[in-house]
Nanobody, 116 residues
């Protein structure tokens, strides 16, 4: 069982930056593929970024490539999402996910609102 707690969301002007954090409980954090997803009002949840268990590989949605960076700190059981050059289309609830084999765990989400 993994519990995830996101933080770092907020209101930011277009062109601004935010850093989201996802703190994970459990001793097997390093075994999980960690990812960020987002869901805007009236839309389905979509993939944003993911990072492999050892941080050696990262993956991004086309819409955030070059603007967002995912990273993980094993010593703090935390994964980060650095978001730069934010735009109104980035407004959404952002969720952290931990996945291993067929199991996945979700956090409660943190709201990001970008004003134009």
């Amino acid at each position: 069982q993994v519990q995830l707690v996101e933080s770092g969301g907020g209101l930011v002007q277009a062109g601004g930056s935010l850093r989201l954090s996802c703190a994970a409980s459990g001793r097997t954090f390093s075994s999980y593929v960690m990812g960020w997803f987002r869901q805007a009002p009236g839309k389905e949840r979509e993939f944003v970024a993911a990072i492999s268990w050892n941080g050696g590989a990262t993956y991004y949605a086309d819409s955030v490539k070059g603007r967002f960076t995912i990273s993980r700190d094993g010593s703090r059981n935390t994964v980060f999402l650095h978001m730069n050059n934010l735009g109104p289309d980035d407004t959404a609830m952002y969720y952290c996910r931990a996945a291993i084999l067929s199991r996945s765990f979700w956090g409660q989400g943190t709201q990001v609102t970008v004003s134009s």
